[in-house]
Every structure is written in C-alpha cells, then in structure tokens.
C-alpha cells in the first residue's frame, strides 16, 4: 500500500524559504515518480514539480521554475521541495504524490502539510 507524509510546512515571510519532505513507504520507490501538488484557498489541486525515480528528471510548474527545487533521496525513500524566494501565492496546502495517479487526480496522496506565506 502506498502510503505518503509530508512535513516541514509552516508560516514564513515573503521572501523567505522552507523546504518539505515526502517519507515514502509501501512500495518501491526508487521505480515511482514523485510529484508535489498543491491546493490553494478556495482551488483544486494544482501540480507543481515532478522528479523521476531516479532523480535525474525534474519538471516544474511556471510559476515555481528558478524559485523551488525537487530532489529525492532514495536511500532513504524521501522526496523534497526546497522553496526559495515565496511570495503570499505560493500559500496553500502542499502534496507529494505518486505521479502515475495524475490521470485521476492523485489519490495516491499524503494528507499535506500547509505553507502559509505572510507578513
């Protein structure tokens, strides 16, 4: 069973960073793309990068290319998203999740970790 936690949310400034991570268990990972999707306030789910299972593919979203950067570790079965440079959009609850469950909307999902960005 594929089973997702993400952590390392939380409040920062403008301008600030944080990085989250993916504990990955019940499956192979290091066979399994991983992306981090996010839900803002008031919106559906939105895709923000993808990294392959080896980890030498990495896609992101316009709007998060230059400012935040994947990367897995599959040693230890964790994926991150170090987040540089946010701004008050970048606010909204943040998702790994198995990239293959895309097509229906990423049921294969943590429960999330929020990153309020605020003065």
């Known amino acids: 069973e594929v089973q997702l936690a993400e952590s390392g949310g939380g409040l920062v400034q403008p301008g600030g960073s944080l990085t989250l991570s993916c504990q990955a268990s019940?499956?192979?990972?290091?066979?399994?793309?991983i992306s981090w999707i996010r839900q803002r306030p008031g919106s559906g789910l939105e895709w923000v990068s993808t990294?392959?299972?080896?980890?030498?593919?990495?896609y992101y979203v316009d709007s998060a290319k230059g400012r935040f950067t994947i990367s897995r570790d599959n040693s230890q079965n964790i994926a991150y998203l170090q987040m540089d440079d946010l701004s008050t959009e970048d606010t909204a609850i943040y998702f790994c999740?198995?990239?293959?469950?895309?097509?229906?909307?990423?049921?294969?999902r943590g429960q999330g970790t929020p990153v309020t960005v605020s003065s």
């Open positions: 990294i392959n299972g080896a980890g030498e593919d990495k």
């Open positions: 019940g499956f192979t990972f290091n066979t399994f793309a």
């Open positions: 999740a198995t990239s293959r469950s895309a097509a229906i909307g990423w049921p294969e």
